[in-house]
């Protein structure tokens, strides 16, 4: 099976994860992203157990520390990432760090893997990073066209694109998965497929592990985990332990299935299709709105749609381009 591919179901999976993450840190979800972070970490260690048996033995010392910090990074990219989508719209949030998320791939790759790349899949993967930053722009409630007219004064006031509430964590957690993947992919290119992805858990859940030492974050463990264990806990907390369970499972196949197109691939390339993720965020936010409203509710109007269409169509050139 090809890595584009095994990336391309990859992220439509992430796609449906990171949405129903969305509705679960809304109201009445896990309010702390440490705590969220700590259950897809053991979910994560779970899966690990199962994979020991097949593949599990000790790497060279660069390579296990390599392995170890990537895991680490990314456990930390996760809480920012889980903070950010706690305050703004998932498909802003999503699109916002995934679009920068290929850009600090691709510097990485270049300067520690020295990957090279054709004409063609350096115009697709820029397609793709433009196409995910338009869908990140928030033009306020108006969209770009009435934001265009004030920008050239025909209209009283001025108003920017509305991308600063979400930058100040979009942007580190952008960095952090930059590093992470990059160091992913040296491990891969050192290691077999599933000894690498067992080492890269194992840094994950140690991290998490320590997060726990703060005493909010075992308080806000524990209340969580208490609420779980209600024998006559409401028909609302049970629908968002199934909504919970289900996005963890699309999470737990989407992390699997892009670590595999990873180690077949580019990590640039891989990273750049990660633009496909955010159109279908947007398609599915679209339905939701119209069909859960009380799950989950974001502004569209017909001037936000349609830059959102413009967005998917320049990521779905990209998409032709580079596969």
């Known amino acids: 099976m090809s890595w584009f591919l095994v990336a391309l179901i990859a992220y439509f999976l992430n796609a449906v994860a990171m949405t129903v993450d969305k509705t679960l840190l809304k109201k009445g979800g896990i309010e702390n992203p440490v705590v969220y972070t700590f259950y897809i970490a053991a979910l994560g260690s779970v899966l690990m157990i199962f994979i020991i048996p097949f593949g599990f033995f000790l790497p060279s010392p660069i390579v296990m520390v390599a392995a170890l910090l990537a895991g680490a990074v990314f456990a930390w990219a996760l809480v920012l990432m889980f903070g950010a989508l706690a305050k703004d719209d998932a498909t802003r949030v999503t699109a916002a760090i995934g679009g920068l998320v290929p850009v600090f791939v691709f510097i990485l790759a270049w300067f520690i893997l020295e990957e090279a790349f054709s004409l063609r899949q350096t115009i697709a993967a820029v397609l793709l990073i433009a196409g995910a930053f338009l869908m990140s722009l928030d033009f306020q409630t108006h969209g770009a066209w009435a934001w265009l007219k004030k920008k050239l004064g025909l209209t009283h006031g001025l108003e920017l694109p509305h991308i600063r509430r979400v930058l100040w964590l979009a942007l580190p957690a952008a960095a952090l998965f930059g590093v992470a993947h990059t160091l992913t992919k040296f491990v891969y290119n050192s290691t077999p497929f599933l ?17 726990l030492f703060s005493a909010k974050n075992r308080r806000d463990l524990k209340n969580s985990l208490r609420k779980n264990k209600k024998g006559k806990s409401s028909a609302a907390q049970k629908k968002s332990g199934l909504r919970f369970l289900f996005g963890q499972a699309c999470g737990g196949a989407s992390a699997l299935l892009q670590q595999y197109a990873i180690f077949l691939g580019s990590v640039a390339l891989v990273n750049a299709v990660s633009g496909v993720q955010y159109a279908v965020v947007f398609i599915l936010v679209v339905i939701l709105s119209k069909t859960a409203p009380k799950l989950l509710k974001e502004k569209l109007t017909r001037e936000v749609v349609i830059q959102k269409v413009l967005a998917i169509v320049i990521i779905a050139a990209g998409l032709y381009l580079i596969r």
């Open 195 to 211: 000894n690498g992805f067992i080492w890269t858990r194992l840094g994950s859940l140690v991290v998490v592990l320590l997060l």
